[in-house]
C-alpha cells in the first residue's frame, strides 16, 4: 500500500512500546467523579441536578443554557449522589464549574451490552439508516458527543455544514502521532466493526460516498482486521484505508487531509472548505454506540505512560475520574522520579499541576515524565536561526508571531498567522533557546479570543442602547396623543 504524507514534520522518537498493542483495561468505578459541566469548544452549560440528587450513570446533569447549536450536555458517568457543585481545576487549569458524584458501595461499570447494567439511563438505541439525518443528529448530540481527537468540537455541529460548503469525504484520523498514546491504536484494533459503523453513520448522515480510514504506517499491522471489515457483506460501500508516514503531527487535520487527499486547507479556513470533514476514530466508535447502545459519551479510553508510570496501559475510566483515585493497578507513581503531569500528549498536552484533575471526554492520555524525559532548560534568547519557520507544518512565522506577542502587538502576531496555528508543538521542539513559544501562542489566542467577546459584547449593548432610545420615541409620541 502507498504511503502518503504532508511537507515538512518532524520524525519524534515515538516511545510508544510500553503500552502498544495492550488491551483496553476497564477501570473500577471510582468512589467519586468530577465531571466539568463545560467540557465542548462553544457556549456554556448549566447543571440541571442539584446537591443531593441521586444519578444514574448515562443521566443528563448539564446542558445548554442559552438556545445555540455550540454545544452539548454532559451526562453521570457513575451512578451516585450530588456531593457538591463548585468550580474545580479542569484539565487545561482553568477552574470550571463541576458537579461531584458519589458511587454508593460495590457500583461497578461496563461498556459492552453484556457489562451495562440495566439500571443504566441510556437512551433507547436508534437505526441510523431508517431516521431522519435531523433525528441522527439529534441523537449525536444528546449522547454529548465532540471531538475527542482533543479539539472538543461538537461533532453534531462538525456534521452540518452550510450547503455551500459540499463535502464529499470523510477522513477517520486514526493517525495518533502523539508520542506515547495508543489508545486509537488500541480502539481500531479492538472494535474495528464499531469504526466501520460509526463512518457509514457519518456518511448516511453527510450523504458522502466516500470515506479513508487515516492511519501511520507505524500501525499497518492493523489493516488487516479492518478490512476484513470492509469485505463483510452488510459493510458499507466507499471506504478505504490510507496509510501515511509516521511523521509529526500527520494527525492534525489539515496535515492528514494533504496526505490523504492532495488538498490544501486554506488559510483561516476549515476542512469543509476544501470538502472534507475529519473524525478521531474515537469519535466515529462513541458515534457508533450512541446508536447501538443509546450510550452517552461518559466513558474514556486513554493511555497512562511515561517513565514515572510503573504501570503503562490503555484504560477505560469514568469520564471525571481523578488521577488520584486510579488504584495502583492502573496507575503507579514513581514519585521519586517525576517531573510532570501532562494531560495529552507531550507535544500538544498540558502539564497539570496534581493528581486532583478529572479524565475529561477529550482526555486521550496521561503521561507522567521523569526529567529525562522533559525538556526543563530556562528559556534562552532567539538566536534568529529560523528553525522554527523551517519546521513549522503550517508554514508559519513561529519567531515573527512571538516577537510580536512579546512587543504586546496582537494584530502583528495574527497577520504573522498566530489563528493559523495548531498548537503542534514543533517549533518549539526545534527551538535551540528553549523558548516556550506553543504556551505563548496559546495566552496569545486566548487574549484575542477575551478581546473579541469584549467587542462583541459591547456591540450588543450598544444595539440594545439604540433599540431602547429607538423605542422610547414611539411610547413618548403615544402618550402625546
Ligand atoms: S507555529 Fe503553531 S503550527 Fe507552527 S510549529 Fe509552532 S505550534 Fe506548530
Ligand atoms: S527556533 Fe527559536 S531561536 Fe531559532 S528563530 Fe525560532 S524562536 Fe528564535
Known sequence: MAVSTFKRGLRLPTR???????PVELVPVPKQVVIPINQHFGAP??????VGDHVVRGQKIADAAAPGPMTVPVHASITGIVKKIEPRTQSNNTDGLCVVIEAPPRETAGDSPEGEKPADLFMPPLDPFACTKEEALARIREAGILGMGGAGFPSHVKLSPPPDKPIDTIIADGAECEPYLTTDEAAMSEKPHLLVKGLAIVMKITGVNRAIIGMEDNKEKLIPMIERELRLENAPAGISIGLCRTLYPQGGEKMLITALTGREVPSGGLPMDVGCIVQNVGTLIAIAEAFTLGKPLIDRDLTVSGGACRTPKNIRAPIGTLLKDLPPEFMD???DRLAKILFGGPMMGTAVPSLEVPVQKNTSGIILMT???????????CIRCCRCIRNCPCRLSPVIMNTSLEADDLDYAVEAGLMDCIECGSCAYVCPARIRLVQRFRVGKQRLRIRQQAARAAAEAAAVRQMGAGAAVPAGAAAKN
Open 371 to 381: 526529567k529525562e524525559e522533559t525538556i526543563v532548560a530556562a528559556e534562552g534568547s
Open 45 to 50: 452549560n448549566k447543571a440541571l441536578v442539584n
Open 16 to 22: 510508544k512500546h510500553a503500552t502498544e498493542g495492550k
Open 333 to 335: 507513581i514513581d514519585h
